[in-house]
């Protein structure tokens, strides 16, 4: 490169933080970010349905901000960059952090669940970073379970909360997030859900916004 050349590049004055969340799919992205958010307060509360809300909401607007962006044909290379990042790094909080916190506590923040609430932010971490290195290793194939399985089965295992004896649900939520957290890191091949997958999990949001909205009022009532 030339020294002119140099000195142009060097001009080139980068973006600001924020021009990236007038992007559409990262907007998106942002908004995932808040239901999940939402999702650790209420669980912190222990206001498990309006968590579960919020979490499969989280998997809506992750779902979303893809299929947004790739329907998007002005989109610059830097705002693809940029949304890549951001939507590794939601997903870690929402499907990682998110289903570590709502076991601590389901399980009153006793110390012993701390190794579990450990094994799913490590799993979650390790599993987003290696997809990050090496991408799907066929075509719509994964190595390892995707993270936002875990709370698409999650708040399925939420429904059956209030049939199950407390001293009963509490190990069989620990055995399940574990159980996950293994599935993420596994050597074994999953398939990527795309497609008519969409209309599924929109579907699947708002059955069960319907029944936890309903647990709510019925125990405000």
């Not at 890549?84 to 916190?101: E, N, Y």
């Not at 295992?157 to 599935?183: C, D, H």
Request: charged content about 10%.
């Amino acid at each position: 490169m030339s020294s002119v050349e140099n000195k142009n590049a060097q001009s080139i004055t980068p973006p600001t933080i924020l021009s990236f969340a007038k992007d559409l799919p990262n907007l998106c992205s942002l908004a995932g970010l808040c239901s999940a958010v939402l999702a650790i307060y209420f669980a912190i509360l222990g206001v498990f349905p309006a968590a579960m809300i919020g979490l499969i909401w989280a998997v809506f607007f992750d779902w979303s901000d893809g299929i947004i962006a790739r329907r998007m044909k002005n989109r610059t290379k830097a705002q693809q960059d940029f949304g890549v990042q951001l939507d590794s790094l939601i997903d870690i909080i929402s499907f990682g952090i998110c289903p570590a916190i709502i076991l601590l506590s389901y399980g009153n923040f006793n110390p012993w669940f701390l190794p579990g609430a450990f094994c799913i932010a490590i799993a979650g971490v390790l599993r987003l970073s290696y997809f990050n290195v090496f991408g799907l290793i066929e075509k719509s194939t994964y190595q390892g379970l995707a993270l936002d399985n875990n709370s698409i089965i999650l708040v399925l295992l939420f429904v059956f909360e209030s049939f199950i004896n407390p001293s009963l649900f509490t190990p069989l939520l620990y055995v399940v997030l574990l159980a996950l957290a293994i599935l993420n890191v596994a050597p074994i091949k999953t398939p990527k859900l795309s497609g008519a997958w969409y209309y599924g999990i929109t579907a699947y949001a708002f059955v069960l916004t319907l029944f936890y909205g309903w647990q709510l009022l019925h125990t405000n009532s």
